[in-house]
């Protein structure tokens, strides 16, 4: 299984942003447990970060071209205001998971409302930084969609 783990805002600051919400873990420590993950059970994953919405929604868009089996997105402040790429992630047939390291529903009230999840087939939220590993786990259990 071929797996995209794509990363919104801010999200390259982890470890020194706000650690009492996300954690210590850097993005770069996560992405090496993802790829650990991954190898045990033969999957690659390519992960991914980025500041810019257009960015992300061309990444989903190159998951679709490539055919890639499944999609992480952790689309950061994107998850509350994108239809871009909610639009984006509906015109990806794979796998979509949509995961948070927090829980937005016990955070302020406009992060309550998700524009993605409509658009994914699971929402995994609150298990801070070992979500993305437990995400990739999961992942490995699931027949491979034909794209």
């Avoid at 020194?16 to 850097?26: C, D, L, S, V």
């Avoid at 639009?87 to 309550?112: M, Q, T, W």
Wanted: charge should be negative; glycine fraction near 6%; charged fraction near 20%.
């Amino acid at each position: 299984m071929n797996i995209y783990v794509i990363n919104g805002p801010n999200i390259n600051l982890l470890g020194t942003r706000e650690p009492e919400i996300y954690g210590k873990e850097t993005l770069e420590g996560i992405s090496k447990e993802c790829q650990e993950e991954a190898s045990k059970v033969g999957h690659s994953v390519k992960f991914m970060q980025s500041n810019y919405e257009g960015e992300i929604v061309e990444w989903i868009q190159e998951a679709i071209m490539q055919k890639v089996d499944a999609i992480v997105i952790n689309a950061a402040a994107y998850t509350h205001t994108s239809i871009a790429i909610h639009d984006a992630l509906k015109s990806y047939s794979g796998y979509k998971v949509e995961l948070h390291i927090s829980n937005p529903h016990l955070r302020e009230s406009f992060r309550h409302v998700s524009f993605i999840s409509s658009a994914v087939d699971s929402v995994v939220a609150g298990l801070g930084t070992d979500g993305y590993s437990h995400v990739i786990d999961l992942l490995s259990d699931l027949p491979i969609k034909v794209n």
